[in-house]
């Protein structure tokens, strides 16, 4: 069964950093693209960011680039985001997401349950 | 990078059928057919009902279906049913490596 498990979430204060940890099972980690999905309090759906199978290609909104940094540790089995300079419009749940197929980069078709990301003094 | 751009909610009576749009441009939608489409039921993780426009996942009912005209596409639900009410979302590959959602829409079965 495809488990993904996220962690890291918590308080923290404007212009703080944070690194969101998701542990992935039931699955070969290394033969899917990953995906950062976020959605604010009441709020809708935002693509965040996506990393290929290897960790050579990421992308990244426009809302977060420069700031947010996505990898994995394949190793591990473990997608991260450290998250940098958090504004309070970043505070939202942050899920991991799999691709739907080890030939696709562009769909989310396994979900986490989500790990809420407070920003605020 | 904006918000592909769909209503804020859609209605219909069992058993009818409702279409929702998601409108882009010609940057997102209009160039690519990486597009899919999210069921969200409250407080619970999205779920992928459509891929690849108009492609369906393993599992989900024939009833949801996908199409796409220029820079707009939609999903309609046929043979609405009780446990479809839910907030609906498109998402569009918007080229460098960059992802859109749209604005979501609710789904109110009557």
């Known amino acids: 069964e495809v488990q993904l498990v996220e962690s890291g979430g918590g308080l923290v204060q404007p212009g703080g950093s944070l690194r969101l940890s998701c542990a992935a099972s039931g699955f070969t980690f290394s033969s899917f693209w990953m995906h950062w999905v976020r959605q604010a309090p009441g709020g809708g759906l935002v693509w965040v960011s996506r990393i290929n199978t290897d960790g050579s290609l990421t992308g990244y909104a426009d809302s977060v680039k420069g700031r947010f940094t996505i990898s994995r540790d394949n190793a591990k089995n473990t997608l991260y985001l450290q998250m940098n300079s958090l504004r309070a419009e970043d505070t939202a749940v942050y899920y991991c997401?799999?691709?739907?197929?080890?030939?696709?980069?562009?769909?989310?078709?396994?979900w986490g349950q989500g790990t809420l990301v407070t920003v605020s003094s | 990078q904006s918000a592909l751009t769909q209503p804020r909610s859609v209605s219909g009576s069992p058993g009818q059928s409702v279409t929702i749009s998601c409108t882009g441009t010609?940057?997102?939608?209009?160039?690519?057919?990486?597009v899919s489409w999210y069921q969200q039921h409250p407080g619970k993780a999205p779920k992928l009902m459509i891929f690849?426009?108009?492609k369906r996942p393993s599992g989900v009912p024939d009833r949801f279906s996908g199409s796409k005209s220029g820079n707009t596409v939609s999903l309609t639900i046929s043979g609405l049913q009780a446990e479809d009410e839910a907030d609906y979302y498109c998402c569009s590959y918007a080229g460098s490596h960059r992802f859109v959602f749209g604005t979501g829409t609710k789904v109110t079965v009557l």
């Open positions: 010609s940057s997102d939608v209009g160039a690519y057919n990486y």
């Open positions: 997401t799999r691709d739907i197929s080890p030939t696709s980069g562009s769909y989310s078709n396994y």
């Open positions: 690849d426009v108009s």
